[in-house]
């Protein structure tokens, strides 16, 4: 296991190079001299010139790059043009938000989407199935933002029961900020809950049709324990894929699920960044979410090696090769 | 009695095993046509669908309800009328979403079979770029990419394109890796056919259907893309109306008038259901293990 382990962290290494590599491009390539950008308009030629040393962009592009990849290697993500602030500072301020966020939509999720797709296969073509299945593909297909403000029209303006903005206070209670969890985080579960009801349903209905789920009912086992002990532990390999593909896209959602609940997190922020033209910000935390993307997926791949053993043992090019 | 003929007994059941024939019998499937071909006649013929044109404001008619006589769906904070600016959203949706899908999977099925058929050192940097493009997500790199291109119609498509990139590579790799180890491809080869011919004669047609199947669901995502940088500000600027920008400017008068916002966000949730339907009927449609 360790040998896997340690062989998928060789792996990741060129796509981190990569992804390094395209975030420094695009810092180059958007219009305008960051060093401009950051003392503005009013700023003489000689500070900007002295901004400019400073940033390193009077180097050539290789030894640019060279300075960029030490700094990502020493944690350095740059600095906000707009809060003159160090990016990595920023960041361990707000990622934290967003953990709490993706946390609680993933558990959500997974406590909806994952009984309703076992109980749909087991009851195929009842009218649960019909009803769970047809919401599930409605779920998926929901731009999360337009259901965000829907959510916010229902349970915020026209009922009252929710707070529709913000994160709420600790100093008022674990509840306020309890209470100010719920819509976000119901709306971004909402797409992965319906993800993994839809494959759940799909795998263990190729589970429950095999010879051997047959064996365990003929040998008299209760239901429940063919159904979860039987079935779902050899259903869980697909579902675990999806599981990691949702987590890793939990962070895009993010994005927009934060925009519009207005959460304190590195989507707002990368939002705000945006319309404010902090490019040094909008790239340092787009670095960031990648980074944790890849770490995210090596993670999900480790879990599905442990889960199914025969993956420990497949050849990379094999892997590859159906991608 | 008749005798009954083998061959058109044969040929019924393949007429019937058909990916069409199969594509027919699923009632999903035949829902997401539906609604797919209704959006994309409302794009071409918007101009003779549109009671009004989607950009003439009426300062005296602004923030009408749903339901009021000559605007059934009311009009915005400009007086404009919703069904016709929807109905013109629809243009950019279904162009936006073609246009994605064809930079996306051109580009996408080029590196992929370059990366498949030459493999060594050009597969490696190749997918390695593909991988590294992988990890940003799918919303962010767009963003990026809008950043870097500045807004446009077209900076749109291309910026959704070239996101879109990654997934056909790989499927077009993997698919060329299979194709190009069958026997019918090494004869073509070993009797001297140029790597031109072979790619486009024997190999592309073969890699196809699941690059087809891709695409199909590969629209509603660049659908919602688009919608996706259009809410935040990055994409179609108005006045030219596009379901994103009219819901994110609904979104500014959601406690007034929320109609802006809830039957823009229906247009793109239907648009997006009818081709995810139509995509899951293409893809079983195509699968073997479905015959």
Known sequence: MLKYILKRLVEILPTLFVVALITFFVTRIIPGDPASVMLGPQASVEAVEKMRVKLGLNESIPKQFLIYMNDILHGNFGTSFYYNEPVTLL???????????????????LLVGIPIGVISATKQYSIFDYVTMVLALIGVSMPIFWLGLMMVLTFSVNLGWLPSTGMGSMSKGIMDVIKHLILPSVCLATI?????AR?????????????YIKTARAKGLRESVVIWKHAFKNALPPIITVVGIELASLLSGAILTETIFSWPGMGKMVVDAIEKRDYGLVQGSVLFIALIYVITNLIVDILYAVVNPRIRYTKTSERGGGA | MEMIDENKLMQLERKANSPWARLKRNKTAVIGMVIVIAAV????FAPLLAPYDPNAMDISKTFLKPGTPGHILGTDEFG???????IYGSRISILVAAGATLVGGTIGIILGIIAGYKEGILDTVIMRFMDGMFAFPFVLLSIVLMTVLGQGLENVIIAIGIANVPGYARIARGQVLVVKGEEYCQAVKSLGASDFHLIFNHIIPNILSPVIVYATMNLAGSIISEATLSFLGLGIQPPTASWGNILRSGRDYLLTSPHIATYSGLAILLAVLGFNLFGDGIRDAFDPKMK
């Open chain 1, 192 to 196: 992965p809950a319906a993800m993994f």
């Open chain 2, 80 to 86: 404009r009328d919703l069904l016709s600016r929807i």
């Open chain 1, 91 to 109: 960041i361990l301020e707000r990622f934290p938000n967003t953990v709490i966020l993706a946390a609680a939509s993933m558990i959500l999720a």
């Open chain 1, 199 to 211: 494959i759940t349903r799909s795998s263990m209905l190729d589970i429950i049709r095999q010879d």
């Open chain 2, 41 to 44: 006649c409302m794009a071409i």
